[in-house]
Structure formats: structure tokens, C-alpha cells
């Protein structure tokens, strides 16, 4: 069964710092990783889906990296702001399998 | 486009009452999938369907039902709530091999 971590649970970081949020996983057999971002009390937000044969994608100041073989995935926010506060999940699809398994999730606070 | 949306927002049930969740989606996407997402336990997966007409079991189907009679539309049953099943419920929709997108949640009570 794949497994994923996401360490830490909480963590608070000054506007300006660059945000590094990692996910792991316990298998690479995976079809595609993709991170979200959940907002207190909203829904997900898709905000990067990388293929298993991609290394990262970016998206404006976020970028994501994946690295299978070690079963990590890394989240880069640059220049964090008060905005960027938000819980952010990661989600991996298991080849053959049409289900994400989730992450608990780094809950980030970005302090002005 | 509206993407993805949940009826109703917020729901108080007592235990023992029955009640239907209805996701709707309309970017044309086969799979839809119904989560419910809890403190400490994450989100995770109840039912999922691949196309109109079909649904498979998750993570944790037990006291749910499904229905996909139509591609737009994927409905979460309960017969018979539990006070364990209050939660916030999930709906989302994908197509095949690509990002899911999701709906804003139904908040759950069962007294």
C-alpha cells in the first residue's frame, strides 16, 4: 500500500523566506504526483501535477521536483507571502491504480 | 464554467436519518470520486466511478452508497447516518490519468 509523508505537520516561516515543503512516498511504481493547496474550511486547489516521466514543473513562483526513485517530491514557494498561508497536500497516483493516496498535509504560516 | 460543485454546504443530521450529497461537474470529465476528510486521518477515498453508469468501492465505503446515471452528476448516499460519519465530504473529478479538481465540501453533522 502506498504510504505519504509529509514532515512537518506545521511549520511558520517570515514573508520573504523561500518555502520548502517536502513529500514522501513509499513506492515509486507512480503514475503522476500532484500538490494542492487547502485553504481553512475550502475546498483543494490544484496547484502543480508532475508525470512520473517529468523531473519538475513550475508554475509562477511555485515549483515542484520529483525525484521516484527516492520517493520524494519537493513543493519551492518563492518569496513566501501572507497569502501563501494555507495547508498544502500532497497526492500520488499509484500506476494501475485510480486513486491518489494523500498526504496529512504541511500547514504554513507566513508571517508579515 | 462552474467546475465542480456540492448541495448542500452544510448538513445536521440525527443518527438514523438518510440523506443524498450531490456533486456536479461540467468539464466533461469520466472520473469523479467522493472523499471525506477528517482531523489526524487525512482525506480518503469512499467511492469512485470511471464513467457514467459505473462505481467502485475506496478506501472506506461501509454506511455509503453511490450513483453515476448521468456523467455530470455522482451522487454519496447515506441510509442510515452515524455519528461517525460526521465529517467533510468531498467530491472530485478528473479526466483519465490527469489532475484532480475538487468541489468546496459539504460540512456533516450527525447528533
Known amino acids: 500500500k502506498q504510504e505519504v509523508t509529509q514532515i512537518p505537520a506545521a511549520l511558520s516561516v517570515p514573508e520573504g523566506e523561500n518555502l520548502v515543503l517536502n513529500c514522501s512516498f513509499t513506492d515509486s511504481a507512480i503514475y503522476n504526483l500532484q500538490w494542492f493547496r487547502q485553504d481553512p474550511g475550502k475546498g483543494l486547489t490544484s496547484l502543480l501535477l508532475i508525470q512520473s516521466s517529468q523531473r519538475e514543473q513550475t508554475s509562477g513562483r511555485l515549483n515542484a521536483s520529483l525525484d521516484k526513485s527516492s520517493g520524494r517530491s519537493t513543493l519551492y514557494i518563492a518569496a513566501s507571502q501572507p497569502g501563501d498561508s494555507a495547508t498544502y497536500l500532497c497526492a500520488v497516483r499509484p500506476r494501475g491504480n485510480n486513486r491518489l493516496a494523500f498526504g496529512k498535509g504541511n500547514q504554513v504560516v507566513v508571517i508579515p | 464554467n462552474a467546475g465542480v460543485t456540492q448541495t448542500p454546504k452544510f448538513r445536521v443530521l440525527k443518527t438514523g436519518q438518510s440523506m443524498t450529497l450531490l456533486c456536479a461537474q461540467d468539464m466533461n470529465h469520466e472520473y469523479m470520486y467522493w472523499y471525506r476528510q477528517d482531523p489526524g486521518m487525512g482525506l480518503r477515498l469512499i467511492h469512485y466511478s470511471v464513467g457514467e453508469g459505473t462505481t467502485a468501492k475506496g478506501e472506506v465505503p461501509d454506511g455509503y452508497n453511490v450513483s453515476r446515471l448521468k456523467k455530470q452528476n455522482f451522487l454519496l448516499g447515506l441510509e442510515s447516518a452515524a455519528p461517525s460519519q460526521t465529517s467533510v465530504y468531498f467530491c472530485?473529478?478528473?479526466?483519465?490519468?490527469?489532475?484532480?479538481?475538487f468541489g468546496p465540501g459539504t460540512r456533516l453533522t450527525v447528533t
Open positions: 472530485a473529478s478528473s479526466f483519465t490519468g490527469r489532475e484532480q479538481y
